[in-house]
């Protein structure tokens, strides 16, 4: 079976099912055909994930579209909307060159990179939907469907290598993330990582399990093992090392991966995360505005504005974390937060006019 014969789904995680004649189904890799197992043991169907909404309204907030956004942006999100539609109808090179244009109009937002990519997929262009993918990931390093994509769409070119590195930057993120686990075996076995087989098995059959992460690093290490350039593994094990406070070697893989990839958002992520886990808050906050002056990476809004929270710098943290929201607005935590701040300041702002008011207007 070649790319060509199978149905590319869209979602937010592209995945590839195919029939076995009996009502399951099996993940489909270009390299293997494995099933997606249940705890059981038991093959099971492994569902594309529904979209993002990506019209979720803060409190006070607009929504693309609205009458007062600046021309271009509701004019590219029609376009994005034009897509959509013709993508949904089959109609994929015209899908293309809308979204084309609509990345050209309002480049900052993602999720017009990601209908791109998903568009390139269908027409079986994998290189494009590589390029595109990368924009999101440019965009967002924290996105793991889109993560999951670049995974997808490396295998489907036969580069098992590449689709290794993609899943364990997901990995790395979401640890428990089953259909990146459940690739990584296909992967696996196309890289001929006979050793991990067994254990890839078991996670992508019961992907929370304790030791998910220890196998994470070790397959990352045998990554780098493999590539000891690689800017990816080596931002990939310095994220790890932070997530359990294991601090003496992320400055050390940090400025490696700059020095390989000069201003690589997810290394200027990490140097931030690093200073913020030494509590050295002023110097964190100074870094993530670093990483944001390079890429517009939502989750740098949203840690840089919980660290001006705690400075009592409440107006900042209040656009820090409207901007996570405008450019990420997939995360609920950082839109509860948002609407707590901004009612926050309402009331402020209120006690201040009503205080105004008391005292004559001095």
């Known amino acids: 079976m070649t790319a060509g014969d199978k149905k590319i789904l869209k979602s937010d995680v592209i995945v590839a099912l195919v029939s076995l004649g009996v009502g399951a189904m099996v993940y489909f890799s270009v390299t293997r055909e494995q099933g997606i197992f249940d705890k059981s043991g038991h093959l ?13 309204k803060k409190d006070g907030g607009k929504t693309l579209n609205d009458p007062s956004l600046p021309p271009n942006v509701n004019r590219a999100y029609a376009i994005f909307n034009q897509a959509t539609a013709e993508e949904k109808e089959g109609n994929y090179t015209a899908a293309i060159g809308h979204y084309v ?38 965009r967002d390093v924290y996105d793991t469907f889109n993560l999951s994509n670049l995974g997808f769409a490396s295998q489907s070119l036969r580069r098992d290598a590449d689709a290794m590195r993609y899943y364990l930057m997901a990995l790395t993120i979401q640890p428990d993330l089953p259909d990146a686990w459940a690739e990584m075996y296909n992967v696996a076995h196309g890289l001929v990582l006979m050793s991990y087989y067994d254990e890839i098995k078991d996670m992508a059959r019961a992907p929370a399990v304790t030791g998910n992460s220890d196998l994470i690093y070790r397959l990352n290490q045998t990554g780098l093992d493999m590539h000891p350039d690689d800017y990816y593994y080596l931002v990939n094990r310095a994220f790890l090392n932070l997530r359990y406070m294991r601090l003496s070697t992320v400055e050390a893989d940090v400025d490696r991966a700059l020095s390989i990839q000069k201003n690589g958002p997810a290394a200027l992520l990490a140097r ?26 939502p989750v740098a809004y949203a840690e840089l504005g919980t660290i ?16 996570a929201t405008e450019l990420g607005n997939d995360k609920p935590s950082w839109l509860a937060t948002y ?17 105004q008011d008391k005292s004559g207007g001095k």
């Open 44 to 56: 099971t169907e492994n569902k594309p994930k529904p979209p993002v909404d990506t019209s979720v």
């Open 101 to 138: 244009e609509a990345c050209r109009i309002d480049p900052i937002r993602k999720m017009y990179w990601s209908g791109l990519g998903s568009a390139y997929m269908h027409e079986n262009k994998f290189e494009q939907a590589i390029d595109a993918f990368m924009e999101v990931y440019n």
């Open 272 to 297: 931030a995360q690093l200073y913020s886990c030494r509590g050295e808050f002023d110097r964190a906050a100074e870094a993530y505005k670093a990483c944001l002056a390079v890429s517009p990476q």
């Open 308 to 323: 001006q929270m705690q400075q009592g710098k409440l107006d900042e943290a209040l656009h820090s974390y409207g901007k």
């Open 339 to 355: 609407n707590r701040l901004r009612a926050e300041k309402m009331k402020r702002d209120k006690a201040g006019a009503i205080a």
